[in-house]
């Protein structure tokens, strides 16, 4: 199992990221999909989710902001984020789970792979 983040970069306040996570080793569409983040002295927090039922999860704090997506075709998960804020800087980091339907974003231990992060700053 391999997951891959890119997209990552700076940006001004009010514009618009498409983070990708290419994914090896199974479907992206057979397991929970997550995207969490960590700024510089904080905790990771998760931003939002995507079950193999199709249905999503966002934290509050990206809620109508951010969009998670899938492509099968190119079994690759993205994030849109769009009216990004300066409190959205952080390290962004893709993540599965191996077993169930149940994605929560706030259990950041229940997810048993991850990717090495990308860097999204906003200034």
């Known amino acids: 199992v391999q997951l891959v983040e890119s997209g990552g970069d700076s940006v001004q306040a009010g514009g618009s990221l498409r983070l990708s996570c290419a994914v090896s080793?199974?479907?992206?569409?057979?397991?929970?999909m997550a995207w969490f983040r960590q700024a510089p002295g904080k905790e990771r927090e998760g931003v939002a989710a995507?079950?193999?039922?199709?249905?999503?999860y966002y934290a509050e704090f990206v809620r109508g902001r951010f969009t998670i997506s899938q492509a099968n075709a190119e079994n690759t998960v993205y994030l849109q984020m769009n009216s990004l804020k300066p409190e959205d800087t952080a390290t962004y980091y893709c993540?599965?789970?191996?077993?169930?339907?149940?994605?929560?974003?706030?259990?950041?231990?229940?997810?048993?792979?991850w990717g090495q992060g990308t860097q999204v700053t906003v200034s």
């Open positions: 995507l079950s193999p039922g199709r249905s999503t």
């Open positions: 080793g199974f479907p992206t569409n057979s397991r929970c």
């Open positions: 993540a599965t789970k191996v077993d169930g339907w149940y994605c929560p974003i706030d259990r950041s231990d229940r997810y048993n792979y």
